[in-house]
């Protein structure tokens, strides 16, 4: 914008007028940035009082000893990553997250697709039916699963009994102690995934797939050349989202196994609860924290770079 | 028209944000008066218990012209050890904590010294047993008062017609509910009960004692490597998992895991007990609690179990023992009435009466209290908890697992379920080698 | 395409029965989707079947530990009737509710604001902090409890339910201001500008034009911050430990689980009360939701 001082001297009508114009112009504009800022303030101040703090100060305990009382650097970073128990820990996490996010994606955009399908009057029961996992408070359904694995008397073993099958130790054994709490994790979010694809799904224009059509475009070929670049933002936005709340989980690590058996199921969250809290280890629970950080930065990074870039294209 | 409604938009709009933000504020306590206490207790399972505790708590409220705040915290989800951290960041709250075994430890920097208590205490009952003194005498310092509020012993809890019958082991014989020693006791080593869980397994009444990382799976099998002697940390803090002592008792656990339950490497605190209510096991190691919830739900079993103390091995006999302590905070506004609250509270007429309403569930710190009547009473079978407390002709000792590597160490031992551990990999197959291989890199970690 | 080479005539009598088979495929279709969902339903409602079941237990029926667990043989209401006159639930209860309008009013205004400010005026780094707001996600709950413990306790609300008000906001500000940003960008921008002409303040512009056509957006952006300050675990786990503070998610499981005892009959009762709320709101407002993701959330 052209700032008053520039205002050539020798003309007096009109280059005035134009610079009151600007400058009203600029006290226009800053006073729209003003209003801007304090409106967004809210959002910055609880941000900054009750995620940026207190993320800066977990960075700071990290780098202190057990008991508090020293500045160690880096050194519980380096500790944890030598620990055959953490490596563990890391890749059981990443394994949780990513299967779980990719099953979630998937099984959310096939639902999304089926109730696409269905005429609109019906879809309310069957959306109603199908959210109820993501509406039950968390904490409360994953007790539910809990007791259904109980290997003596649970309710899953008591169906394979029947067939004559014997009886699984649900939580009892590594990988399937695993692929329970992924399989809880699932069930949990495929709904918010059915929910946002298939909004995205109602936002595809009708015209693109007639458009396709007339052009002798079969199912397969709408999916990938329609509805999947239609989608792409809203799948990498909730893909994003699902992979950051489903590497911090901890509700239901937390009551389906506690970590165990024998470490098989720590995700970064339980095993700093057993470190941080249980243990009375609090920076090392912190440095173990902390470890989420770099590894959800980088999958955000790539995940908003290509959303800003396509809504960039569409925009243009 | 739109200036002004836009003026008290916004001042509605700031005055509805001023509120917000004041709404909490109005909490904040400023400063404690004068004479106020407060208090957290352990939340105890039998709601009762609570109850007595308070009626107490009154008593002397009121007789000292103390306001006191009792609060009840339960241990589910860990959520006593959350508030305890939760204080002790925040350097608010209560002021008199109840902590359980490794807490007092945890945070020992921040907890008023208490020997003017204890000295007070132990000149009224006498002393408290090693691991009182293990877990809350710090460099010299008594930093906690031992309780017995949520105290607990967690030896077996058998069957009687299915031991007698399917084992050929009569505990009431051995630990009759009346005083003295027994010949018969002398028997009731880890070997014979590994015989009794082969037999009772063959007969598909295991031994409901599991290989989790929850405590009663770590209190159990710390027992038994207590023992055999089998330190994994000395006191010193070097790690001796590479010793005879651990080969042995991981030779014994070969064989003995192969008796306990497909499931036992996933129990938690719960199984246990759903396995002797439901019938489906002969012997648990745990508290009279599933006795208590089997007397409601599944009277017949109820009727048919006994406690006893732990197993002896070569080292000797161990029942597991799991203490809480009555802590002050350093940051208390009001240090001389909590200790006069908790010294109060360790009266033995006092403790005596909360004993009774739990029907015998805590365990007094004091070997002079180990005489209740409660547990001569409580039934059925009448005296079915006599030989709950450890009683002197017992030769036993209680025993926390972990036990002599210095607490820093022992309590990440503990929490990280490694002795119980240890065993559920061997259940899984691997080599006694492997299993000292691994527990050895683990417990480096834990000596950092 | 080829329809250069074909006559006008099969052209149409093949689009004809294109267009028959077209109709048959989508009766197929249809009918397979319902079957799909079926399935799909019956699955997800296993756990809540099985809630429903326990409830209706006594609990010396469900330590038995024989016959069909799936199956009640003595149902009972008593479960469900101790809860409802237990002094202790129904606090839980009220400050759930408490919590939760106090949190979802908050959160809506924060983003509100600040989705509006972002999307529709700017300031200098407004850009970033659209983008940026969205990463407050990256710092998790589960890091985050520890060090609150300090600020939490400077503001005297340990164990207060009002520290949830302040803390539950930031799990659900992020996401809702998300979908007020794409909603507010999906207002053609002609609209304001017509408004500032008539010499509408930027305020009365968001109070009288942006709120009204975004309500969608903000009853699904609202649902959102409903669902998460009502099932939300860890923050009342760590920071209230009396029962006249707690909220239903820890309640529960503080109070009917005593030590190494399960109430399961109650705990699952429990379940199916506190899970009442949201399947009511969700049964309502169902078609809100839909319809204000999909303009909300596409255009993000």
Redesign the interface.
Known sequence: MADGTSVPVGVIGAPRRVARKTSSLKRFTQQRSTIAFMLALPLILLVACFVIYPALYAIYLSMLNKKMTAFVGLGNFAFLLKRHTFQLVIFQSCLFAVTAVVMKAFLGFVLAHLMHNIPGKNQKIWRGLLLVPWVIPLALSTLTWWWMFDPSYSAFNWVLNQFGFANVPWLGVGWIARFCTITVNVWYGTPFFMIMYLAALKSVPEQLYEAASIDGANAVQKLFFVTLPMMRNIIAITVLFSLIVTFADFDIVRILTAGGPQDMTHVFATYAFQVGIQSGDIPLGAADSLFMFPILAFAAFFVLRGVTRRTKEIAT | MTTPTLKTSRRRALKLGAAAVALPLVHIRTGRAAGKVSIAFWDHWVPSGNAVMQKQVEAWAAKNQVEVQADFITSVGSKNILTIAAEAQARTGHDVQAFPSWEVHNHSDMIEPIDDVMKTLTGQYGGVNQVCEYLAKIKGHWMGVPTSSGTQYKGPCGRISVLKDKAGLDVVAMYPAAPGHTAASDAWTWDALLKAAEACAAANMTFGMGLGQTSDSVDCIGSLFAAYGAELVDKDGNVTVKSDNVRKVLEYGQKLVKVLPADAVSYDDASNNRALISGQSALIWNPPSAWAVAKRDNPKVAEDCWSFPGCAGPAGRFTPYLPYFWGVWSFSQNKTAAKELITFLMQRNNVEARCTEVVGYDVPPFDSMLDFKVWEDVEPPKGTVYNYPIRPFHNAKPHIAALPAPPDIAVQIYNRGTMPTMLAKLKSGSSIDEVIAWASDELEGFTR | ?SATTMGDAAKRAAAHSHKHSLHRQRLW??WG??I??GV??VI?????F??LM?SLKS??E????TG???LVRHPTLDNFWYLITYPNFQTYYLNSIMVTI?TV??SM???V??A???SR????G?QA?A?G????????????F???????????????L??L???Y??LA???C??IMIGYFSSIPKELDEAALID??????ML?KIFIPVAMPGIIAATIFAF?VS??A??YP???L??SNQMV???G????L??????Q?GK??A??LL??LP??VI??FL??Y???????G??K?
């Open positions: 395409m279709a249809l989707s319902y799909a969902l799909f339903v997800f409602l296993v756990p809540p099985y809630t326990t609990s010396a469900i330590s038995a530990q069909s667990p799936w106090v009013s908050v205004v924060i983003s604001l600040a509006f400010s972002l005026m700017g300031f200098w407004s902090l983008t707001v969205f990463l407050t996600y990256l710092v998790p709950a589960s890091l985050l520890i060090p609150l413990f300090q600020i939490v306790g400077w503001l005297g609300l340990i164990n207060n009002w520290c008000a302040l803390l906001p930031t500000v992020p996401f201001t998300w010499g509408a303040g930027y305020l009365q109070w669902t009502w099932g675990f860890l786990l760590a920071y430990y009396t239903l998610t820890v529960i499981i503080s109070d689980i005593r030590g190494d005892v399960f399961w705990i699952m429990a379940c506190a899970s949201p399947i969700y049964a169902m078609d939701y839909v319809a204000g993701l999909t303009a959330a596409t993000g």
